[in-house]
């Protein structure tokens, strides 16, 4: 079995964390995660206060194994969500869109690991300095918000510039990935895409067949001239947004085109107005199965690949 310091240091099977996507990781599939040998993220995004304590507090009655909560720095109510996980004493917190630095003692205290997800070595090292347990570098490949490092190149720079653990995220969705991310230097692995198709997952039905429907040239990155850059699969709404870019369309109305987009997506199943957000891997999501039997897959996998890693040695 794959153990490694990630595993010890979150009291887990595997050394795997499920993506905070936002308004789509909730309580089932964290939970479902977490079961699973893994440990399962609940997205603050919406910054809906009430909404994430009954997440979190549904997350406890479905599971006894860590779970943690993702937190989007640049969002709504980020001092309350803040002290909320630190009062819940969840086993992780991972953060997202700048430094958590001003947080980090307090969710210390609480007995919490801290994980921030960085698109580069700078932020990297950055974190490691603000009191970081590990870090997440996660690349270009990714759905929702991306860097432009893609992960092949990232992983290995960060793992040479830090010393705290590292858990790679982008683009990996089996067993081949993680095999891949342990040799660049990572000592665990982020999946959020291959999630999608868990039985355990609550976007709509539409939403799900696009992923299991979707192949390599798939998805479009979209948001660059807001400096947001944001990855996801081709549709009606990614289209149009990626065609006014170009256009003399102000900033203000560009930003407005993507209001309600992702609820369209997630929720509402809406082909037309949805924003469906997915990484490059989603061409090779081609099947449902429940979070467990996903997690014992690819750790299986993994692990044959690396004990036969040999044959390649002469």
Known sequence: MITTPISEMLGIKYPL???????????????????????????AANGNLKWIEEQIDMAFDLTDKPFGVNI???????????ALVARKKV?????????????IPMWKEAGIKVFPVVPSVALAKLVERSGADGVIPEGGESGGHVGD???????????????????AAGGIADGRGVAAAFMLGA?????????????????SRTYKDKVLKANDTSTIVTGKRLGHPVRSLKSPFS????????????????????????????VDGDEKKGCFLAGQIAGMVNKEQSAGEMIEEIFSRAESILNGGAKWVK
Do not use: W
Request: proline content about 3%; glycine content about 10%; some cysteine.
């Open 149 to 167: 490092m893609t992960t092949m190149a990232l992983i290995p720079q960060v793992c040479d510039a830090v010393s705290i653990p590292v858990v």
């Open 17 to 43: 964390i499920q993506g905070g996507m936002a308004h789509i990781s909730d309580a089932k599939l964290a939970a479902a995660v977490s079961n699973g040998g893994g440990i399962g993220l609940i997205s």
């Open 239 to 266: 289209r149009a947004y990626a065609k006014a870019e170009y256009t003399s369309i102000s900033d203000e109305e560009l930003e407005n085109m993507a209001v309600g987009s992702l609820r369209a997506a997630v």
């Open 187 to 203: 000592q665990g692995v982020q999946l959020g895409t291959r999630f999608l198709a868990a039985t355990e997952c609550s976007i």
């Open 91 to 103: 086993a992780l917190v991972t953060t997202g869109a700048g430094n958590p630095e001003k947080y």
């Open 72 to 82: 989007m720095l640049m969002g709504e109510n980020i001092d309350e969500i803040a």
